[in-house]
């Protein structure tokens, strides 16, 4: 929502998407998200950038291993990095801009088959609440944009919308976004 918001162009593009197939009498059903192209590609950039969990989990190393040159010890603790690797610019191109038109028409996907985009991580231990988690979002962000025509607060621009994250286990936004729902009639 905080990218949306401040970028009005992609949350004009992505609610006119959700009015053009679903029309503006009916709400968005879960079956409907086959058919958003564009609200698909707004949450894989969306989790390009902003991976719920940027460190994955951690891991240990049960024997020693070499991988890309470099030998990893036995029982060391190896964190992989998501966040970054969503945000190297040796895979991703103009990577700090929030630009789904990247993954239109892309097979890029996060199943964890493509190993420069990994939010929910990859192999044996990706994350189990996948299918889950990816019909809940893309419905939540659908709702929210198909319902209401989001404004922000009288006074404040779109660049204003401080995008600082905190990290941990989890990575969370700073400062919560406020913006006001408006009903249209
Ligand atoms: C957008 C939402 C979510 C994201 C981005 C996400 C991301 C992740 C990531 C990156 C991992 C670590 C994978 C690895 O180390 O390779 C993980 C693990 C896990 N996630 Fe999620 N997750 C999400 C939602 C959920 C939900 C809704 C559930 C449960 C209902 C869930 C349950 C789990 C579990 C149980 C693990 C541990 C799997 C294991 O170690 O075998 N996640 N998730």
Known sequence: ???LLRKPHVMHKARNELVEI???KQSVKESDVDRLPYLQAVVKETLRLHPAAPLLLPYKAQNEVEVCGFTIPKDSKVFVNGWAI???ERYWEDPFSFLPERF???KLDFRGQDFEYIPF???RRICTGLP????MVHLMLASLIHSFNWKL??????HDIDMTEQFG?????AIPVHAIPVVEE
């Open 121 to 123: 991580g990859a192999g």
């Open 22 to 24: 679903i029309g503006t």
């Open 86 to 88: 969503g945000r190297d």
């Open 132 to 135: 889950l988690a990816v019909r």
């Open 153 to 158: 607060p009288i006074g404040t621009n779109p």
């Open 169 to 173: 286990v989890t990575l969370k936004k």
């Open 104 to 106: 239109l028409g892309s």
């Open 1 to 3: 929502m905080a990218e």
